[in-house]
């Protein structure tokens, strides 16, 4: 559909509207007719994209939906409100639950649908006050609750509630007074990511384990799902909830409308400054350079665009994101003879078996691992990194790094060496066997970003210590690490793989 095509459906089917009776029939079927009548004002320009007719035909049929966009792409205005508000009208749902990443954003969601529901004047027309805190029409918004609202139940019956991320949702039900009980089939989550909550795995692990037993598993099963949402980093709870619904049948299905690939922006600040037509965007631009240009809404609301880390807090933004950071690590550094009796020491190895001074260099650290028992029985283990190495060039010949493995495998007392199989790992790791050495040759079946984050709570929380004298290369590259391309990450794989403990599970449940 071409934007002007679009521009004249517009025109035409509000004529259509305008009689009362087609149109309260008409919206009851198509969530489209609705928004364009009932939401006009939401409608910033005389055309919508392409794809909001999309999302309008898999809302009005029931289908869950996987949303992820730019900011300014109306996914809350017209997913979050303007669906709950048709629901609403036409008692579609029983009972709905927001959620958000905090409770005070789902109560300020709550408050701006019940907003909708007082205020706007199509709606009271045509369905009558199905909001009103004193039974009466709002005529002021300052008359609405100045923070949010919890929860409310509508004129006609609908029970509305909102919920933080960590609050469950199973066992919830409400009383309709024809239906009888009703639990919720209706749920929106919208932002449940940000800069904060995405910066380890092991939280997204708990929320993810969280969602699919006390949220998912809280709903009745026709339930419609409304993900909402942008990708803050390249892993979180909304990159977990495209990838394990988008081809399962086994599963709740999302009708897996994914905008754009998952990519990072670097470079120069990404200016936060818009304006909201075409026209304005081009007259304000006239002699700027592009980096330092305002950005047109309009394109955004009709330009579909990927909607990986574009800015979605509105502020500057500065190349990709840093995982480890310079105080998780400084207060970790410590001396040779500050170091206890470890029960086993291990080598990691990220292989790169070339002699070619461009390509990248081969990784070698060494770990020695302590199991501490705590007071209630339970152990954990403490980490420290007793040394790094980089062979690059001409050091990096399969001779001289038989030699130097060997080398710290002898000093350091080491019980196995991990090497990744790809780069010539797999050769590499085979010479090191003939010289007697404990190898296991793994292959990556992770990218890196994710390899680093299982181990980045761990580091944040000090369970990982480096030696002075021997780790500032492995330090460095810890700390500038972004997971881009062309970003040096050799001492980062071998200082993940030589913290992995698979062979020694006998070590952490005590057996001898």
Same mark, same amino acid.
């Given at each position: /559909? ?33 928004? #364009? ?14 794809? !909001?007719?999309? =999302? ?14 730019? =900011? ?9 409100? %303007?669906?709950?508000?048709?629901? #609403? ?16 954003? %789902? ?54 509630? %909102?919920?933080? /991320? $960590? ?8 009383? !309709? ?10 749920? /929106? &989550? ?41 990708? #803050? ?28 690939? @998952? ?15 075409? @026209? ?15 950005? @047109? ?31 998780? #690590? ?38 020695? !691992? ?20 980089? &062979? ?10 038989? %030699? ?32 007697? /050495? ?37 330090? *460095? ?20 793989? *030589? ?10 449940? $005590?057996?001898?």
């Amino acid at each position: /559909m071409t934007k002007s095509k679009s521009s004249d459906l517009l025109i035409e089917e509000k004529e259509l509207l305008k009689n009362k009776a087609t149109r309260i029939a008409l919206c009851e079927k198509s969530f489209y007719h609705f928004v #364009i009548y009932y939401f006009e004002n939401s409608i910033r320009y005389p055309q919508l994209a392409p794809y !909001h007719f999309q =999302r309008f035909k898999s809302a009005q049929s029931g289908l869950s939906m996987y949303v992820e966009g730019q =900011r300014e792409s109306a996914k809350s205005t017209f997913l979050g409100l %303007a669906l709950e508000c048709w629901k #609403i009208c036409y008692q579609k749902a029983d009972f709905i639950c927001n959620i958000c990443y905090n409770k005070t954003k %789902a109560t300020a969601f709550n408050k701006m649908l019940a907003s909708e529901l007082s205020l706007n004047k199509k709606i009271i027309a045509d369905f009558g006050l199905l909001f009103s805190k004193r039974k009466a029409v709002y005529d002021k918004d300052e008359m609405l609750p100045e923070t949010g609202v919890s929860e409310f139940v509508t004129s006609n019956f609908v029970k509305v509630k %909102a919920f933080g /991320m $960590g609050e469950s949702v199973r066992g919830e039900q409400f009383r !309709h007074p024809k239906k009888g009980v009703r639990r919720p089939d209706h749920l /929106m &989550l919208d932002d449940i990511d940000n800069a904060d909550n995405t910066k380890n795995t092991a939280l997204i692990d708990k929320d993810m384990f969280f969602l699919q037993n006390e949220v998912f598993g809280g709903l009745v099963h026709w339930a419609q799902i409304i993900y909402l949402g942008n990708v #803050i980093r390249m892993d979180g709870r909304g990159v977990r909830i495209r990838e394990q619904y988008k081809e399962n049948p086994k599963r709740r299905q999302f009708s897996n409308f994914v905008y754009g690939p @998952a990519g990072t922006r670097s470079g120069k600040i990404q200016r936060s400054r818009y304006v909201e037509t075409i @026209a304005e965007a081009q007259k304000l631009n006239q002699g700027v350079p592009v980096d330092e240009g305002v950005i @047109a809404l309009e394109i955004l609301r009709t330009d579909l665009k990927s909607g990986f880390n574009q800015n979605y807090l509105g502020i500057p933004e500065m190349g990709a994101q840093k995982f480890v950071k310079a105080e998780w #690590i400084m207060g970790q550094k410590i001396t040779a003879d500050q170091l206890p009796k470890f029960d086993f020491v291990q080598i990691g190895i990220d292989p790169a078996f070339s002699k070619r001074t461009t390509s990248d260099a081969i990784g070698i650290v060494v770990t020695g !691992h302590q199991r501490i028992t705590l007071q209630d029985g339970t152990t954990k283990s403490h980490k420290y990194v007793l040394k790094s190495i980089a &062979l690059e060039g001409e050091d990096k010949n399969q001779k001289n790094f038989v %030699a130097v493995a060997k080398r710290c495998y002898e000093e350091y007392g080491v019980s196995r060496i991990i090497i990744e199989s790809n780069n010539g790992g797999q050769i590499l790791g085979e010479q090191l066997k003939e010289q007697e /050495m404990a190898v296991d040759i793994v292959s990556a079946n992770k990218d890196k970003v994710t390899r680093l984050k299982e181990h980045e709570l761990a580091i944040q929380n000090g369970e990982i210590f480096f030696v002075n004298g021997g780790t500032e290369g492995v330090i *460095s590259q810890l700390l500038d690490f972004t997971g881009e391309e062309g970003n040096r990450d050799d001492l980062v794989d071998a200082f993940v793989y *030589s913290l992995r403990t698979e062979a020694f599970r006998f070590w952490f449940s $005590g057996q001898s």
